[in-house]
């Protein structure tokens, strides 16, 4: 028996199930949810992608002949190893400059300070300074012969003249050169930003060391030398007005603040320990960045700055609402209801 088709009115209606409407204790919920979590993502992109990370260069046997000897300048290593590229050379000097006492003394013999030229005047009335920031690799490119004046003792003490290869630059330049082999050395430094008086800052390379017994030793590097706890290693001059001498300090803050202190400074230089300016150089782009006290931990490296984690907040609020757009286009909302339409999620 054939079964007629019933008619269009005895269909049986489809039904559709309207979507479902969050609440407002939902829609809440959910925004919290997605605003906690853009922290954790910021964090592990700028971690990964963003704070360049090197493996530690393997420091040399104390048994071998060198490991007491501070390497020449990038043409003097040359000499013996002509293939020898800028970023080996980095590492050489990692696995070389293993001591703050080894890494004073590569520095005050092999770097001559330079300040930058000064650029063109504007307007023919204001000149201004032509402050540029060198990577490490342009600085250990950056080799000149100059003459200096020694004090020799073999035959008597008397003032010679001696012609040095030695690289160039000025504060940031030495202080980047420094935090690059720091890094490498698996050490956690930053090129910290400190007014030295009313119209410049100066740049130092910071890091802090924790001692087997937990009190911290602060550090600083610059064309002066290296300081432990506010004075200098190769002499007994103090720059710090807080020092530490032989006992370390007790927190993070107490030696940072300790290690850039300067006598000269009216307020000395007590860090905002959530706010501290430090200088960068990514690729071939200089700027200037903060981060807080726990960036300088030892055992805690590879913390993002402020800068990083706007961009990866930039970074994931971007993806999130390129996700929510293309929902609401698929629900069929016009690009007018989109871009006028409040909403909270």
């Known amino acids: 028996m054939e079964t007629k088709p019933l008619p269009e009115a005895e269909k049986e209606p489809s039904i559709k199930k309207a979507p479902k409407e969050l609440s407002r204790i939902q829609q809440w ?83 001559e300070h330079m300040d930058d030229d000064v650029g063109q005047r504007i307007f023919f009335l204001i000149e201004k300074k032509n402050d540029y920031w060198q990577t490490p690799a342009e600085t250990v490119r950056r080799v000149q012969r100059v003459t200096r004046r020694e004090i020799d003792r073999t035959d008597g ?25 720091l890094w490498r050395q698996g050490k956690v430094s ?57 006992e370390g300090f007790d927190s993070l803050q107490k030696a940072f603040n300790a290690a850039v202190s ?37 055992d805690a490296p590879h913390l993002p700055s402020y800068l990083d984690f706007l961009i990866a907040m930039g970074i994931s609020a971007t993806t999130y609402g390129t996700y929510r757009f293309t929902q609401r286009r698929k629900e069929g909302e016009t690009w007018k209801e989109y871009f006028t339409k409040f909403r909270l999620v």
């Not at 922290?39 to 990964?48: C, E, F, N, Y």
């Not at 290296?226 to 007994?236: C, D, K, L, P």
């Not at 860090?271 to 006290?293: E, H, W």
Request: glycine letters at 6%.
């Open 262 to 298: 300067y006598p000269g400074n009216p307020e000395s230089y007590d860090s905002n320990s959530l706010f501290i300016p430090i200088l960068r150089v990514r690729g071939s782009v200089p700027y200037k960045d903060a981060v807080t006290i726990h960036a300088f931990d030892p």
């Open 157 to 181: 003490i008397k003032v010679v003249k001696r012609d040095v290869l030695v690289m160039r630059g000025d504060c940031e330049d030495y202080a980047f050169l420094a935090q690059e082999v």
């Open 29 to 111: 919920t959910r925004t919290a949810a997605v605003g906690l979590l853009l922290p954790l993502v910021g964090a592990t992109i700028t971690t990964a992608s963003f704070e360049r990370s090197h493996h530690p260069v393997a420091p040399v046997s104390a048994s071998d002949p060198e490991a007491t000897a501070i390497p020449g300048t990038l043409n003097e290593e040359r000499a013996s190893n002509p293939n020898l590229t800028e970023d080996a050379y980095l590492d050489l000097l990692a696995s070389r400059l293993t001591t703050p006492e080894l890494l004073d003394r590569f520095f005050r013999e092999k770097l």
């Open 190 to 246: 930053h090129t910290v930003s400190i007014p030295e008086n009313t119209e410049e800052n100066h740049a130092l390379c910071v890091w802090i060391e924790r001692r087997p017994d937990g009190r911290f030793d602060g550090y600083t590097l610059d064309q002066s030398g290296v300081t432990r706890n506010g004075t200098f290693i190769s002499h007994s001059l103090q720059r710090s007005t807080k020092r530490g001498d032989d």
